[in-house]
C-alpha cells in the first residue's frame, strides 16, 4: 500500500510547476496525495531531487502551490545539478519557481568547477544568476588567498569576489586588510578601499638566501 501511495505521489509532482518532475523518498511521509497546495512531509533520510537541485536531510517539508517551497533541517547535503555547486548545512529553504537557496547554519558551499571553498552562517544562492551572498563568519578560500570578512558576494561566472567589514585576504606570507576588498578570482587582481593595511613579503634569490650557486661540473652527494 505503501508502494502505491509514493507511486501516486510521485505521478502528481511530475504534473505540477512547469511540468517539473520531482523524485523523492524517506523512511516515512505525511501528507495529502493528490492536493498540490497541502504540505507533505518527509521523515527518516529524507531525499528529494528536482530538474535542478537534489537535497539529503533529516526532514525535507514540500508546501505552496505545486509544491514551489522545499525546506530541509538537520543533516543537509545538497547539489545544484545545474551549475556544479555543493552545499551542506543545518536548514535550508528553497523557491523553486524563484530558484533562490537560504542555507543557515554553519554552511559549507563549494564551487567544484573552480575550486571555491566558502563558509559562512548564511548563504543566499540565486541559482539564475549564480550569484552568492554570503554573512557571518566568512572565509572563501581559492587557490593560494584565504578571504575573511563579515559581508562577501561570491560571482560564479565572473569569477569575482567583493567582500567587505573587517575584509582580509592572505595570499601565502602576503596580508591585505581593507573596509572593502575586491578580488578577481581568475586574474588575481585585488582592489583595497577604506582604510587600507598590508604587508608584503619580499621573494629572496638563492645568492640573498646564502644558497651557493652550483659549480660547473660537480656533483653533490657523498664519496
Known amino acids: 500500500m505503501k508502494?502505491?501511495?509514493?507511486?501516486?505521489?510521485?505521478?502528481?509532482l511530475y504534473t505540477a510547476l512547469f511540468a517539473e518532475k520531482i523524485t523523492f523518498s524517506a523512511g516515512s511521509m505525511s501528507g495529502q496525495a493528490g492536493d498540490s497546495s497541502a504540505t507533505t512531509t518527509l521523515t527518516g533520510g529524507a531525499y528529494v531531487q528536482t530538474s535542478s537541485i537534489e537535497i539529503y536531510a533529516d526532514t525535507i517539508e514540500l508546501s505552496g502551490d505545486d509544491?514551489?517551497?522545499?525546506?530541509?533541517?538537520?543533516?543537509?547535503?545538497?547539489t545544484n545539478l545545474e551549475t556544479k555547486m555543493e552545499f551542506t548545512c543545518d536548514s535550508m529553504s528553497y523557491d523553486r519557481e524563484t530558484k533562490i537557496a537560504q542555507l543557515q547554519g554553519n554552511v559549507k558551499l563549494t564551487d567544484t568547477e573552480n575550486d571555491v571553498k566558502?563558509?559562512?552562517?548564511?548563504?543566499?544562492?540565486?541559482?539564475?544568476?549564480?550569484?552568492?551572498?554570503?554573512?557571518?563568519?566568512?572565509?572563501l578560500t581559492q587557490k593560494k588567498n584565504v578571504c575573511t570578512g563579515a559581508y562577501a558576494v561570491?560571482?560564479?561566472?565572473?569569477?569575482?569576489?567583493?567582500?567587505?567589514?573587517?575584509?582580509?585576504?592572505?595570499q601565502e606570507d602576503d596580508v591585505f586588510r581593507a573596509q572593502q576588498i575586491t578580488l578577481n578570482l581568475d586574474t588575481q587582481s585585488i582592489t583595497l578601499s577604506g582604510n587600507v593595511k598590508g604587508s608584503v613579503t619580499e621573494t629572496k634569490t638563492k645568492e640573498e638566501a646564502g644558497v651557493p650557486e652550483p659549480?660547473?661540473?660537480?656533483?653533490?652527494?657523498?664519496?
Open 118 to 139: 566558502a563558509n559562512a552562517q548564511l548563504i543566499e544562492y540565486n541559482q539564475n544568476t549564480d550569484i552568492a551572498v554570503l554573512q557571518i563568519d566568512i572565509t
Open 67 to 78: 509544491y514551489r517551497f522545499i525546506k530541509a533541517t538537520g543533516s543537509i547535503t545538497g
Open 154 to 170: 561570491y560571482m560564479k561566472n565572473e569569477q569575482m569576489l567583493e567582500i567587505s567589514g573587517n575584509a582580509q585576504v592572505k
Open 215 to 223: 659549480v660547473e661540473g660537480q656533483q653533490g652527494g657523498g664519496n
Open 3 to 12: 508502494k502505491l501511495f509514493a507511486a501516486f505521489m510521485i505521478f502528481s
